[in-house]
């Protein structure tokens, strides 16, 4: 069956450190991989999204993504977390690029401490 | 402004009292879906609608109906809701071919 794992439930890292949340899928082919942001009280926004090529993906905020065919994982990076950067963070595989059943991760929490 | 909207953003209703968020998206967007939140379950997708009289179940579509007349609404109908149908719903929307899903703000809806 398809799945998507976010391994951490809550993340707590000091302003201007760097931050690493984990994502892994379990799909017959390699799905379209996104990550949305969810801020306090807000809906879903795009972070980023890989198709194919390059397999590392800017997005805004200064995030960036690593997708790795090998350990099925697209995991989301930023090198300095801002104290705004507090939110939940959602990794969702499209598969076949087909829209369907869009599933999520069950998200992780990033707390920021200053 | 591109955007997805839905209504009413609060609720707080009695069990078995039917009930319609609504959902309307002014992109032209061919898709949308609609999720419900739940703290430590993630978005669980509850039925998607890929065009104009075309839906299918999500994962948790029991207790839910949804029609999709128009291209641009996609409404949610609890028939007669109850308490473990309090949530956090979400209505989204997406192109063709971009895949990026854009979200509304939400609907806590709670059911006494």
């Known amino acids: 069956a398809q799945s998507v794992t976010q391994p951490d439930i809550h993340i707590t890292v000091s302003e201007g450190a760097s931050l690493e949340l984990r994502c892994n899928y379990s799909?017959?082919?390699?799905?379209?991989l996104f990550w949305y942001v969810q801020s306090p009280g807000q809906g879903l926004q795009l972070l980023l999204k890989?198709?194919?090529?390059?397999?590392l993906v800017q997005g805004i905020k200064g995030f960036e993504a690593e997708f790795k065919r090998s350990q099925s994982s697209f995991n989301l990076r930023k090198p300095s977390v801002h104290w705004s950067d507090a939110a939940e963070y959602f990794c969702?595989?499209?598969?076949?690029?087909?829209?369907?059943?869009?599933?999520f991760g069950k998200g992780t929490k990033l707390s920021v401490k200053p | 402004e591109a955007q997805v909207t839905q209504n009413p953003r609060y609720l707080i209703t009695v069990t078995g009292k039917k009930l319609t968020v609504t959902c309307s998206q002014n992109?032209?967007?061919?898709?949308m879906s609609w999720y419900r939140q739940d703290p430590g379950l993630g978005l669980r997708q509850i039925y998607y609608?890929?065009?104009?009289?075309?839906?299918d179940k999500g994962d948790v579509p029991e207790g839910y109906k949804v029609s999709r007349k128009e291209k641009r609404n996609f409404p949610l109908i609890l028939e007669s809701p109850s308490p473990n149908q309090t949530s956090l719903y979400f209505c989204?929307?997406?192109?063709?071919?971009?895949?990026?899903?854009?979200f509304g703000e939400g609907s806590r809806l709670t059911v006494l």
């Open positions: 992109m032209n967007h061919e898709y």
């Open positions: 969702a595989p499209l598969p076949g690029g087909s829209q369907g059943n869009l599933i």
């Open positions: 989204a929307s997406t192109g063709a071919s971009s895949g990026e899903l854009f």
């Open positions: 799909y017959g082919a390699t799905p379209y």
């Open positions: 609608s890929m065009n104009v009289e075309v839906t």
């Open positions: 890989y198709f194919s090529g390059d397999t």
